[in-house]
C-alpha cells in the first residue's frame, strides 16, 4: 500500500467555517461578498453575535460513556436530524446561481431544511419542485393585504410546513460594504471595476446567463404593478438579467419597507395561515411573550438580522437567556446570528433554543461549491457538535441546559 497519493491540485478543503469565508470571498466579486458578507454601521452587532458565544465554557463530565450522542431536533411539526437549519436570505443566486433550490436540497439531505425567504432568487414553488420534503416560508409582509394572502396561499399550496415572519426591516440597514460597491442597480460601471469583474468572468457570464440575481417574488410583483398601470416593468437597457434585477430592486426599495406594520397585522397573518406560525428577529422577552401569548404564534427566532439591520443591538445569545426563561415551555425558542461552531450550537441549546438557524456560513459553501459546498458545511457542524458533546459527556443535543454552561472568568 503506497503512502502517498498524487495529486495535481495540493489544495486542502475548508476545515472550518472561516476558511470556507475565505474561500468564498476570494470566489465572489466585491459586490457579491459585500452583501453577503456585510453587516451594519461598524459591524459592532456582527461581531457581538460572533463573540458572544465565546464568553461560554462548556461543561466536561468524566468517563461517561457517551460515544453516539443523538443530535435530534423539532421545529414546529418537522424532526430534523440535527439542531442546525438554513436561515432565509434574500437573491442567493449572487453566491450562486443554483442559488436556494441547491441549498433546500442540500438541507434535506442532510436531514434538515431551508428557511425560503420571500425575497429568494427563485419562487416558493420553484423551490417546492426541486426538493423532496416540506421547507420552511419566510414573509416580508409586502405590499396590500390581498397580495400577502395571495402569497401565503400560494406558499401553503406549494407544501411549505411553517411561517416565520421577519419584523425587523422596518427599514433597509445602513450596509455601507453595499455602498461602497453601489449596490442599488443600476451598476456604476468605471475601469477598475470593470478590471475587477472580469478577474469574475465566471461569477459574471453565469450570473447573466442564469438570470437568478435578484428576487424573484419582488421581479413578479414589480411585473404586476406595471401590468396594472399598463406601463413596462423595466427600465434597463443593458441585458434582461439586469433590467429585471432593477424592477425587482425599485419594487422592493418602495414596497418592503414596512415601518407600520404593527402587531394588528401580525394577528391578521395569524388569522390567515393555520400551520406553525413564528416571529424571526425579536430581542426583547416582552415581545417574545406577546408573540407567543397574545398572538397564538408557535415561537420565535431570537435574531437581529445577522448584524444587517440596528447596529448595536444586543448579540443574539446575549438576548436568548430572558427570552427563553419567559417563554419556557409555552413556545419553541430559535437562535441566529454568529453561529460559526458546534460549541455556539451548543450554548445556544444549553441557553435555550431549541434549534439554530445559519445564514452567512451555508452561503460561503454555496459560493464555493454550490449544493455540495452547503452541504459540507452543515456536516461540518454536524461532526463539531457530535464530538464536542462526546468530549462533554453529554447524551444528546436535547439534553442540554444551563447547567452543561460555566460562564468565562
Ligand atoms: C446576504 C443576507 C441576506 C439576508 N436576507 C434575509 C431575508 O431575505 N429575510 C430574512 O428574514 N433574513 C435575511 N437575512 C438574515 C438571516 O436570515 C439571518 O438572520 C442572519 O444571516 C443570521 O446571521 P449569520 O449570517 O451570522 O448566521 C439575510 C442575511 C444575509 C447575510
Redesign the pocket.
Known amino acids: 500500500m503506497s503512502t502517498f497519493r498524487f495529486r495535481l491540485d495540493p489544495g486542502v478543503p475548508p476545515v472550518n467555517v472561516e476558511e470556507w469565508r475565505q474561500a468564498a470571498r476570494r470566489k465572489l466579486p466585491g459586490l457579491a461578498w459585500g ?5 451594519a454601521d461598524d459591524l459592532v452587532t ?1 461581531q457581538a ?2 463573540a458572544g458565544f465565546r464568553r461560554w465554557r462548556l461543561r466536561q463530565r468524566a468517563l461517561t460513556g457517551v460515544i453516539a450522542p443523538d443530535l435530534t431536533a423539532k421545529i414546529g411539526n418537522t424532526e430534523i436530524s440535527l439542531p442546525v437549519a438554513l ?6 443566486g ?2 450562486h446561481w443554483t442559488g436556494e433550490p441547491a441549498a433546500a436540497r442540500a438541507a434535506e439531505s442532510c436531514g434538515t431544511r431551508l ?1 425560503l ?4 432568487s427563485y419562487r416558493a414553488e420553484e423551490v417546492a419542485d426541486a426538493t423532496q420534503e416540506n421547507h420552511f416560508f ?1 414573509l ?1 409582509p409586502v405590499g396590500r393585504r390581498e397580495r400577502i394572502a395571495a402569497l401565503l396561499d400560494r406558499v401553503k399550496a406549494a407544501g411549505y410546513a411553517a411561517l ?1 415572519v ?1 419584523i ?2 422596518q427599514t433597509v440597514g445602513n450596509r455601507e460594504d453595499e455602498k461602497r460597491w453601489q449596490f442599488t442597480l443600476p451598476w456604476t460601471v468605471t475601469p477598475s471595476r470593470a478590471l475587477h469583474m472580469a478577474r469574475h468572468w465566471r461569477w459574471v457570464y453565469e450570473a447573466l446567463r442564469h438570470r437568478r440575481l435578484a ?1 424573484a417574488h419582488h421581479a413578479d410583483e414589480a411585473k404586476l404593478r406595471a401590468q396594472e398601470a399598463e406601463g413596462t416593468a423595466s427600465t434597463g437597457k443593458l441585458t434582461a438579467a439586469l433590467a429585471e434585477a432593477e424592477a425587482s430592486q425599485k419594487y422592493m426599495a418602495r414596497v418592503l419597507i414596512q415601518s407600520d406594520m404593527t402587531w394588528e397585522d401580525l394577528a391578521w397573518i395569524r388569522d390567515h395561515w393555520q400551520g406553525p406560525l413564528y416571529v ?2 425579536i430581542l426583547d422577552a416582552d415581545d417574545a411573550a406577546r408573540a407567543v401569548d397574545q398572538i397564538g404564534c408557535q415561537g420565535v ?1 431570537v ?6 439591520q440596528l447596529d448595536r443591538s444586543p448579540a ?1 445569545i446575549e438576548a436568548l437567556p430572558a427570552i427563553a426563561e419567559r417563554i419556557g415551555d409555552r413556545g419553541e425558542v430559535f437562535l ?5 461552531r458546534g460549541s455556539d450550537v451548543i450554548t445556544a441549546l444549553a441557553l435555550g433554543a431549541k434549534a439554530v ?5 451555508y ?1 460561503y459553501g454555496l459560493a464555493v461549491n454550490g449544493e455540495q459546498g452547503v452541504r459540507d458545511v452543515i456536516e461540518l457542524f454536524r461532526s463539531e457538535i457530535a464530538r464536542d458533546l462526546i468530549l462533554m459527556g453529554c447524551p444528546a443535543s436535547r439534553a442540554l441546559d444551563r447547567d452543561w454552561l460555566i460562564p468565562a472568568p
Open positions: 452583501y453577503i458578507d456585510g453587516g456582527k453575535c460572533e436561515c432565509p436570505v434574500g437573491a442567493t449572487l453566491a428557511m425567504s420571500t425575497a429568494a419566510q416580508y416565520f421577519t425587523d426591516v428576487s424571526k428577529g427566532v435574531s437581529n438580522h445577522g448584524g444587517r443574539s441566529d446570528g454568529g453561529v460559526r438557524f445559519i445564514g452567512r456560513p452561503l
